[in-house]
């Protein structure tokens, strides 16, 4: 699954709305991927605005997935986990 840590993303739902994907940034200390296989672990970070910030301590919806063709997923981020997420951002 070569790239798959080029395809993970959170999105915030804004008012019902789809969210727009902002995808990690990954391994930047080091490429952990060849064309051939991917690392057991990786490092990723997600660049935030404010606004979406903003949005998660609102209590909207968070999503997070991945969009890799071997592997894609979808899942919500909710209650306890998007409390403490909230909490991290403040």
Known sequence: MAGIEHRVWVAIHKNGDEGEKNYAIANEDMDRST??????VHFMRFELSPENISTIEAGRRI???????ALPYVVDVEGPTADSLAADLT
Do not use: F, V
């Not at 064309?35 to 057991?40: R, V």
């Open 63 to 69: 999503s997070m997935g991945i969009d890799h063709p």
């Open 35 to 40: 064309d051939e296989k991917a690392a057991a």
